[in-house]
């Protein structure tokens, strides 16, 4: 397929998983005035909104601490505090604009402080295998613990699914242990030792925990789910977005929460809240990093006509 041809489908295919989105909101809201929305938005509590924002800096603090893990398993040791800077700003674009915008931001930023190509490659490669089995780990446990209440003919799917996600966590720290590239057709994966793997597991759980825990914080405490059920429709609702490749996922996550998450709050009320949440966790730390990138891209620029200056000069 034609590359022209393959971006022109994939912006199709995120326009209409955005619309199908709108709909379902749209349906899910039917019958509210909006400015119920607005009220949902303007009664949450300041002490909510504070642990939304504590937890948000924990959350940037741990992505820091997993980019720092992958890129000396990458070949380069990087100190932690150099890592937070880029990390930050990498991070929350790849949030707002999507998996592959994003993704090219923070390949750019981790190549500027002299991480090779192919170094920054595997370094966003362990990223995403770590956060991918901690998804596995965490919705199979979810499964097994708190399964979701479905039809009698089928009650123990939840738990065979959740068995299996589990055995695919194990089956990766097998291949990790085995100390050999993994094979799958032409391709070759060099995977981190155990240990690295391990602590990049636990890094990434600890990570989709306190994402989670930034929009459980703003719920209503009546009626609202368990939290390792809500943790496992966070992640769903969080990996649909992504897959949409809308900025942010914006519309599929809002739609997935509404739709899958147990709640007895009103659902303007859970939208206002959804609402809010996307203020604090994404709009917010874009107002931040913009300019920090702005003033990075400068400071490079600089560096680099001093070095040509000098060049030239010897």
Same mark, same amino acid.
């Given at each position: ?30 019958? #509210? ?45 990087? *100190? ?29 930023? $981790? ?16 990223? *995403? ?36 996600? &589990? ?29 690295? *793997? ?20 703003? &719920? ?6 368990? $939290? ?9 609702? #969080? ?76």
């Amino acid at each position: 397929m034609h590359k022209r041809t393959r971006k022109l489908l994939s912006i199709f295919i995120s326009l209409l998983l955005f619309l199908i989105a709108v709909w379902a909101i749209r349906k899910s809201v039917a019958g #509210h005035h909006p400015r119920e929305i607005w009220r949902s938005i303007m009664d949450l509590p300041p002490s909510q909104i504070g642990w939304a924002l504590l937890l948000i800096i924990v959350n940037f603090l741990l992505v820091a601490a997993m980019d720092t893990i992958a890129a000396r398993f990458a070949g380069k040791n990087m *100190s932690y505090f150099r890592m937070i800077l880029p990390s930050f700003i990498g991070i929350t674009f790849q949030y707002n604009a999507g998996f592959f915008g994003g993704g090219a931001m923070r390949f750019r930023l $981790f190549s500027s402080l002299g991480l090779t190509a192919r170094q920054t490659g595997n370094m966003l490669l362990l990223f *995403s295998l770590a956060f991918s089995v901690s998804f596995c780990l965490l919705t199979g446990l979810a499964l097994l613990v708190d399964p979701l209440e479905i039809s009698e003919q089928v009650s123990w799917l939840p738990e065979v699914a959740g068995a299996l996600l &589990l055995a695919g966590c194990m089956l990766y720290f097998w291949l990790c242990a085995r100390k050999k590239p993994l094979r799958v057709l032409r391709w070759k994966l060099n995977l981190p030792h155990i240990r690295a *793997s391990i602590l990049q597991v636990l890094l990434a759980t600890a990570d989709w925990v306190v994402e989670a825990g930034i929009l459980y914080v703003l &719920l209503p405490s009546e009626g609202r789910a368990s $939290f390792l059920i809500f943790v496992s429709v966070f992640m769903l609702a #969080h990996n649909f977005g992504v897959l949409s490749n809308t900025p942010g996922g914006i519309g599929v996550f809002e739609a997935t929460i509404l739709n899958l998450l147990p709640s007895g709050s009103a659902p303007t009320k859970m939208l206002g809240i959804l609402l809010a949440y996307r203020g604090i966790y994404y709009v917010l730390p874009l107002l931040i990093a913009t300019p920090l990138l702005g003033e990075r891209i400068l400071a490079f620029r600089l560096a680099q006509k001093t070095k040509t200056g000098k060049e030239m000069m010897t």
